[in-house]
């Protein structure tokens, strides 16, 4: 079975100089990106480096537990770029795999995870990773395929696409520009995290308020204080009437 994972740090959990430090040098020859892979025990790579972030997509045939996953990462590294790349401690390291993984990857490329919520250039960063791992041979597998899906939310102006997500469609893009395209793509995003939320909010509070019978919901009895003090109004109220006139 294939597992995917991301190994990363951003602006959200180190420095600038840390991220500086753990990016590869200008001139890490794309074959050394192979040798990368290789050393790591990655089926499939990709490099996505950027001014807020680094991260290394993988997939691998077996399960790589996080401790074993960066000792060979950190060594590859060092020993790839004469201990230029460094990357930071483990506490400010995440590490995703399956799922998880997916998630974050498209948090990232719809500009959900970014400094500045709803910039473009994220999702141009993303596609020339994904095509230069592509042209040197990293891929091919099920991380190719889900870089593909996160391409089809993220087509360029004047394409056509069909969304998976609720059967919606979006025809005739021409009309959007790149950057309209990721705010609305965020807006999708947003909205749908807001509504699972709000939809988390009310079971709970039906769970906490409201009993179900026979399919109606009923308002919950009233504390006990309080029914003896209605009923001892009520009986107060039927004394009056018992009274001679």
Not at 13 to 24: F, G, I, P, Q, R
Not at 55 to 83: C, K, M, P, Q, V
Request: glycine letters at 10%; charged letters at 25%.
């Amino acid at each position: 079975m294939d597992y995917i994972g991301v190994v990363g740090t951003s602006f959200r959990t180190a420095s600038v100089d840390e991220l500086a430090a753990a990016t590869l040098p200008a001139d890490f020859r794309t074959d050394s990106l192979c040798e990368l892979a290789r050393l790591s025990g990655f089926s499939e790579l990709v490099y996505l480096g950027t001014c807020n972030r680094v991260e290394f997509y993988f997939r691998g045939d077996r399960r790589i537990h996080t401790n074993e996953l960066l000792f060979h990462l950190r060594r590859s590294l060092a020993d790839l770029t004469g201990g230029a790349c460094q990357l930071p401690e483990d506490e400010k390291l995440y590490v995703e795999f399956g799922r998880s993984a997916v998630r974050h990857l498209f948090r990232v490329t719809s500009a959900l995870d970014s400094m500045m919520v709803g910039e473009a250039q994220i999702t141009g960063q993303a596609k020339e990773a994904h095509q230069r791992a592509h042209d040197i041979g990293l891929l091919g597998g099920i991380l190719d395929q889900t870089f593909h899906e996160r391409d089809r939310h993220f087509l360029p102006v004047g394409t056509r696409q069909e969304a998976v997500s609720g059967g919606a469609a979006f025809q005739d893009l021409g009309c959007f520009s790149s950057g309209q395209l990721v705010f609305h793509s965020t807006r999708l995003f947003l909205l749908r995290y807001v509504l699972d939320a709000f939809q988390r909010l009310l079971e709970g509070r039906a769970g906490k308020h409201l009993w179900q019978t026979n399919g109606k919901h009923q308002e919950p009895q009233r504390p006990a204080a309080n029914q003896r003090r209605r009923n001892g109004q009520n009986k107060d109220r039927l004394r009056q009437f018992d009274k001679p006139g």
